[in-house]
């Protein structure tokens, strides 16, 4: 977690000097939004994938929560930039949070916000052999968050404690990932990634009912629909796992990784399959600047 300058409210400060106080009201009640966002080493240089769409989901995510800031996308953009371009990182994974500030108060009315942006080297998410082997996954005995218990589109610290139980489980019973029920018992996401599969040669997705709206997922929309496999986004029900011929999961630290088996049943051969392997390179290409038509995504860093 090594940088040499971290972004909070407004100044790029030293890192260590970054630090909020024992008694931040966000820290004991989880009241936070946040991003996560990779800047991947281009031949043009840096550049941070979606950029402008991770900075207008903060938004959208204090907007939910109804916690006020006076930082527009606009300014989470170059808040990112200079982060990137002030630790001189090539790669890196950056990390904005607003989060509430001031008493001890359970009312977000009013609520004075602080908002950081911190920036790391972060390589594989899910380590290096998940890259090459896929992942063990299990469907976690926790269930997903109803949309009216906390709401699924906000990007919120403390919905992260459910997926912190999850993971943890997974951890404990020797599988890397859990998938997530959702309260009516459909798949609906993993504990910190979106999740597609595919079954009879339809690429399928949970509908965004009750998921983070993931970027990476959205992403994976258009390069399957570019790419001839239009995807579709429907209820997924927990046996269709197992019949799936491929499985894989996406987000922003994750990116694509394949699945090799789900409680204990092996996905198809239990190698990454011929479409997670299509939309896996065309991602990479992607993320990496090779390809022309999704130069759009990229916001490159001088
Ligand atoms: N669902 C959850 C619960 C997540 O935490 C994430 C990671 N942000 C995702 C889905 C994937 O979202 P994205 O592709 O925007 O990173």
């Not at 207008?56 to 170059?78: F, H």
């Not at 004075?112 to 080297?121: E, K, L, Q, R, S």
């Amino acid at each position: 977690m090594q940088s040499e300058f971290t972004w909070m409210d407004g100044k790029l400060l030293p890192t260590a000097e970054a630090t909020v106080p024992f008694l931040t009201v966000g820290l004991h009640y989880g009241l936070g939004v946040f991003e996560g966002i990779r800047c991947y080493d281009t031949a043009r240089g840096p550049a941070v994938f979606r950029l402008p769409e991770h900075a207008r989901r903060l938004i959208d995510s204090a907007r939910i929560l109804g916690l006020e800031t006076a930082y527009t996308p606009e300014q989470i953009v170059q808040g990112c930039v200079d982060v990137v371009a002030s630790n001189k990182f090539r790669e890196c994974y950056l990390r904005p949070l607003i989060f509430a500030k001031g008493g001890m108060n359970l009312s977000l009315v009013g609520a004075p916000t602080g908002v950081g942006i911190a920036g790391w080297a972060w390589a594989a998410y899910l380590g290096e052999e998940a890259k090459k082997a896929g992942i063990r996954v299990n469907v976690s005995s926790y269930t997903r968050h109803h949309p009216n218990v906390v709401m699924t589109k906000a990007k919120a610290s403390g919905n992260y404690v459910s997926s912190a139980l999850a993971k943890s489980e997974s951890v404990r019973i020797g599988c890397d990932e859990a998938i997530m029920l959702d309260p009516q018992g459909y798949v609906s996401e993993c504990t910190g990634q979106n999740l597609f599969i595919v079954r009879d040669g339809t690429l399928i997705t949970p509908s965004a009912a009750s998921i983070l709206e993931g970027i990476t997922r959205d992403s994976i929309l258009e390069l399957a629909t570019d790419l001839g496999h239009p995807p579709v986004e429907r209820t997924v029900s927990r046996d269709e796992l197992y019949l799936a011929e491929e499985v894989f999961v996406c987000g922003s630290a994750t990116e694509i990784i394949s699945v090799r088996e789900i409680d204990g049943r092996r996905v198809g051969d239990g190698k990454m399959g011929p479409v997670t392997t299509k939309l896996h390179r065309a991602f990479t290409d992607a993320v990496r600047g090779k390809t022309a038509a999704y130069e759009k995504w990229l916001t490159f860093v001088p």
